[in-house]
């Protein structure tokens, strides 16, 4: 009886040991992360420091208006976003197509509360933007901000008044309310935005 207890001890004192080695050494690492490369735009105030600062976990004590551009390393579970944004100001606007070569994604920032006539302004850039040879078909994401402001637009609204439906005719698309206070809105809008990266990948790999 000792003896078979003895060996029984034993046999399971191996497979703990083979069980400990398999794990340390013999695991295999998690694949790396795809990266993309992807623009950010939008008018001056509409909130895109500040969202991008937040998303990364880093402070808004000090955050200026963004007058040339910044890259933040976006970290999502499935793929990281090398988000380059670009400042809104009307003397960097003429120059905003200088900073979409190599990009596979379009986000755009706006104040969902703006006045009528900055809503009209929103809607010639985007026909600009979307319309651009080196943007034509990319996955694209518009944030509408601000939306703790009594006078903020829908998503809905938005997209009829900046007729989304068609001018985003050919390419994966949506409209996300959000704001500084909603962090994880501002996430799930970007997660989705990831989902339409990875698809797109995905399109061209079969072809």
């Given at each position: 009886?000792?003896?078979?207890?003895?060996?029984?001890?034993?046999?399971?004192?191996?497979?703990?040991c083979y069980?400990?080695?398999r794990a340390v050494c013999c695991c295999t690492p998690p694949a790396p992360r795809p990266e993309y490369h992807v623009?950010?735009?939008?008018?001056?105030?509409?909130?895109?420091?500040t969202l991008l600062t937040l998303l990364c976990g880093e402070t808004t004590?000090?955050?200026?208006p963004t007058s040339g551009f910044n890259i933040k390393a976006v970290?999502?579970?499935?793929?990281?976003?090398?988000?380059?944004?670009?400042?809104?100001?009307?003397?960097?606007?003429?120059?905003w197509d200088r900073y979409?070569?190599?990009?596979?994604?379009?986000?755009?920032?706006?104040d969902s509360a703006c006045t009528q006539g900055d809503l009209q302004t929103v809607g010639s850039?985007?026909?600009?933007?979307?319309?651009?040879?080196?943007?034509?078909?990319?996955?694209?994401?518009?944030?509408?901000?601000h939306q703790d402001k009594t006078e903020a637009r829908s998503s809905e609204q938005l997209t009829k008044d900046l007729e989304l439906q068609k001018l985003c005719a050919g390419r994966q698309w949506a409209v996300h309310p959000c704001s500084t206070q909603d962090q994880g809105a501002v996430r799930q809008a970007l997660e989705q935005f990831v989902t339409f990266l990875l698809n797109k990948e995905s399109e061209e790999n079969r072809v």
């Amino acid at each position: 009886m000792c003896s078979e207890r003895c060996q029984l001890a034993i046999g399971a004192c191996r497979i703990i040991c083979y069980s400990l080695y398999r794990a340390v050494c013999c695991c295999t690492p998690p694949a790396p992360r795809p990266e993309y490369h992807v623009v950010c735009l939008g008018m001056s105030d509409a909130g895109k420091t500040t969202l991008l600062t937040l998303l990364c976990g880093e402070t808004t004590d000090d955050i200026e208006p963004t007058s040339g551009f910044n890259i933040k390393a976006v970290q999502f579970e499935e793929a990281i976003l090398n988000v380059k944004e670009v400042g809104g100001g009307e003397n960097v606007r003429p120059y905003w197509d200088r900073y979409y070569q190599h990009t596979q994604g379009v986000v755009f920032v706006m104040d969902s509360a703006c006045t009528q006539g900055d809503l009209q302004t929103v809607g010639s850039l985007l026909v600009g933007i979307l319309s651009h040879e080196s943007l034509r078909g990319l996955p694209f994401v518009l944030l509408a901000s601000h939306q703790d402001k009594t006078e903020a637009r829908s998503s809905e609204q938005l997209t009829k008044d900046l007729e989304l439906q068609k001018l985003c005719a050919g390419r994966q698309w949506a409209v996300h309310p959000c704001s500084t206070q909603d962090q994880g809105a501002v996430r799930q809008a970007l997660e989705q935005f990831v989902t339409f990266l990875l698809n797109k990948e995905s399109e061209e790999n079969r072809v």
